[in-house]
Structure formats: structure tokens, C-alpha cells
């Protein structure tokens, strides 16, 4: 069985600090998607890594995914409270209708 | 934004009853999916669809059961609810060869 871990769990920061989320697993993926899901709403498509080693910016958000394709990280430069929601990220295995998704990072910005 | 509703959104229910929850998208993708969100657990598949009338189980498929009649329309139907089926469902869909999913709103059920 496929799973997929997050870490940290919560995380509070300051407007303007850095921080970087991580995912991981012990499986390979195909691909890797970063979500962000805001309160009472579905979670939004950010990015798809596809290729072991693969970076990715989305203006002040970085997205690597590992060379062995098995974990990825997210960094954010300068957050802003607009950054502010639960990070999910989701992993395709060999079928690409068979996505599993991690736990979440929490993500608080304070002004 | 991926045209993807979801009714009701709010939903509180007594412990035994049915409840039949929709999903409507005006992509026209072929694949839908239902999930369920919980603290700790993420989200987590019950049922997908990869077209009219086909449909197969996912990890917690237990005390569901999917209907799709239409392209556009997914709904998913608890027979009995109980009190452990309190989440937040989320209809989602993609195209056919895509991992990436589209999420509707989300619709909180409450079972009392």
C-alpha cells in the first residue's frame, strides 16, 4: 500500500519568513501534484512534477520533486497571509487514475 | 475554475436515513471521483467513475454506493448513514490520461 507522508504537520510563521514542507514516501510515483486547499473550500491544482530532479516556480513557491521520484518538497520565499491554508500533496502510481493524497501541512501566516 | 458544484453543501442528518449527495461538472471529463476529508486521514476515495455507468470501489467504499447516469452528473448515496460518515465529501474530476484532479466545493455532512 502506497502512502504518503507530510511534515510539518503545522506550521506558524511571521509574513516574510521562508519555509519549506516536505513529502514523502517510500514508493515511487509517476507524478507528484502540490494542492492548496483554503477553509471551506476544495483543495486547488498548484503544480505537477513529473521527472525525478524536476523544479518548478510558481512566483514566490518552489516545488522540487526527488531524483528517485519517492518525496518532494515545497519552499516558499517571503510568506505573505494570503499563503495561509492546508498543503496536500498527492502521488499517481503506475495507473493514472490511482492517485493517493498525504495529510496536509497547515500553514499560518500571521501579519 | 473547473465547473464542478456540488449540492447540498450543508447537510445535517439523523442516524439511519438516507442521504444522496450530487456532484455536476460542465468540463465533460470522463473521470469522476468522490472523496472524503478527515482530520489526519486527508482525502481519501470512496468511488470513481470512468464513464456513463461504470464505476469501481476505492479504499472506503463501505456504506456507499454511486449512481452516474450522465456525463455530468456523479451522486453519491449513503443507504444507512451513521455517525462515523460525518466529513466532508469532495467531487472531483479529471481527464482521461491526467493525475491532476479538480475539486468541487465540498459538502459538510453531519450525522446526528
Known amino acids: 500500500t502506497q502512502l504518503l507522508e507530510q511534515s510539518p504537520q503545522f506550521l506558524s510563521i511571521q509574513e516574510g519568513e521562508n519555509l519549506t514542507v516536505y513529502c514523502n514516501s517510500s514508493?515511487?510515483?509517476?507524478?507528484l501534484q502540490w494542492y492548496r486547499q483554503e477553509p471551506g473550500e476544495g483543495p486547488v491544482l498548484l503544480v505537477t512534477?513529473?521527472?525525478?530532479?524536476e523544479v518548478k516556480k510558481l512566483k514566490r513557491l518552489t516545488f522540487q520533486f526527488g531524483d528517485a521520484r519517492k518525496d518532494s518538497s515545497l519552499h516558499i520565499t517571503a510568506a505573505q497571509p494570503g499563503d495561509t491554508g492546508l498543503y496536500l500533496c498527492?502521488?499517481?502510481?503506475?495507473?493514472?487514475?490511482?492517485?493517493?493524497f498525504g495529510p496536509g501541512t497547515s500553514l499560518s501566516v500571521i501579519p | 475554475d473547473a465547473g464542478i458544484t456540488q449540492s447540498p453543501r450543508h447537510k445535517v442528518t439523523e442516524t439511519g436515513t438516507p442521504v444522496t449527495l450530487r456532484c455536476h461538472q460542465t468540463e465533460n471529463h470522463r473521470y469522476m471521483y468522490w472523496y472524503r476529508q478527515d482530520p489526519g486521514h486527508g482525502l481519501r476515495l470512496i468511488h470513481y467513475?470512468?464513464?456513463?455507468?461504470?464505476?469501481d470501489k476505492g479504499e472506503v467504499s463501505d456504506g456507499y454506493s454511486v449512481s452516474r447516469s450522465k456525463t455530468e452528473d456523479f451522486l453519491l448515496t449513503l443507504e444507512s448513514a451513521t455517525s462515523s460518515q460525518t466529513s466532508v465529501y469532495f467531487c472531483?474530476?479529471?481527464?482521461?490520461?491526467?493525475?491532476?484532479?479538480?475539486f468541487g466545493p465540498g459538502t459538510r455532512l453531519t450525522v446526528t
Open positions: 514508493s515511487v510515483f509517476s507524478s
Open positions: 472531483a474530476i479529471s481527464s482521461s490520461g491526467r493525475t491532476e484532479r479538480y
Open positions: 512534477v513529473v521527472t525525478g530532479g
Open positions: 467513475s470512468y464513464g456513463v455507468k461504470d464505476t
Open positions: 498527492a502521488g499517481a502510481g503506475t495507473s493514472y487514475d490511482k492517485v493517493i
